[in-house]
């Protein structure tokens, strides 16, 4: 299975400045079909996730355009360009290139 | 606005059996996989499968093969997902969530499996 280990665990923030989180996956998580499935979803206390980024760098509908996703090879970075107190909870890879899909441990935004 | 409303929580000994279901709107049912993850307490995400509702073919993860059994019915456009012979490390919030993308997700449905 491919492993996602995202760095790094928590992270403060003052509101305002920028924030930026990685993800690394154990092997190339480019499909056959030439797209790579990285996607970032941030789960707030007592919800279900919801989705942010999809293929790397796709912001999906209503998402703010303070948040953008980059590659370099094996290793994926979500940047908050300026982060706001609505930002605050865990933030997840996933990989869903290869079966099983598998999600990294979390990386978790709080507020200074 | 497309929506998944997932089944009530439900309290189980081990041994037993649950059943969730999902009931997706606001898009056609058999336009998208229904895929299942699950979040133990206080951890990530874990996924256990999928289901094409036009073929009802599935694709279950290794490990719950054999344990797990995911359905739809297309009359009354819902979903199922069968997990027997629980263990108490089988309590965690139970998701169902739109295609491989995952860009709608259930409320969550709370399984606990307690003696």
């Known amino acids: 299975d491919v492993v996602m280990t995202q760095t790094p665990l928590s992270l403060s923030v003052t509101p305002g400045q920028p924030a930026s989180m990685s993800c690394k996956s154990s092997?190339?998580?480019?499909?056959?079909?030439?797209?790579?499935?990285l996607s970032w979803f941030l789960q707030k206390p007592g919800q279900p996730p919801h989705l942010l980024v999809y293929?790397?760098?796709t912001r999906f509908s209503g998402v703010p355009d303070r948040f953008s996703g980059s590659t370099s090879g094996t290793d994926f970075t979500l940047t908050i360009s300026r982060v706001e107190a609505a930002d605050v909870g865990i933030y997840y890879c996933?990989?869903?290139?290869?079966?099983?899909?598998?999600f990294g441990q979390g990386t978790k935004l709080e507020i200074k | 606005q497309v929506q998944l409303v997932q089944s009530g929580a439900e309290l189980k000994k081990p041994g037993a059996s649950v059943r969730v279901s999902c009931m997706p709107s606001?898009?056609?049912?058999?336009?998208?996989?229904m895929h299942w993850v699950r979040q133990a307490p206080g951890q990530g995400f874990e996924w256990m499968g999928f289901?094409?509702?036009?073929?009802?073919?599935?694709d279950y993860a290794r490990k719950f093969q054999g344990r797990v059994t995911m359905t739809r019915d297309t009359y009354t456009t819902t979903f199922y997902m069968d997990l027997v012979s629980l263990r108490s490390d089988d309590t965690a919030v139970y998701y169902c969530?739109?295609?491989?993308?995952?860009?709608?997700w259930g409320q969550g449905t709370t399984v606990t499996v307690s003696s």
């Open positions: 092997q190339s998580l480019l499909h056959g079909d030439g797209k790579t499935y």
């Open positions: 606001g898009y056609m049912f058999t336009t998208y996989h």
């Open positions: 996933m990989q869903g290139t290869h079966l099983p899909k598998t």
């Open positions: 289901i094409d509702p036009s073929s009802g073919t599935t």
């Open positions: 969530t739109r295609s491989g993308g995952m860009d709608f």
């Open positions: 293929e790397v760098s």
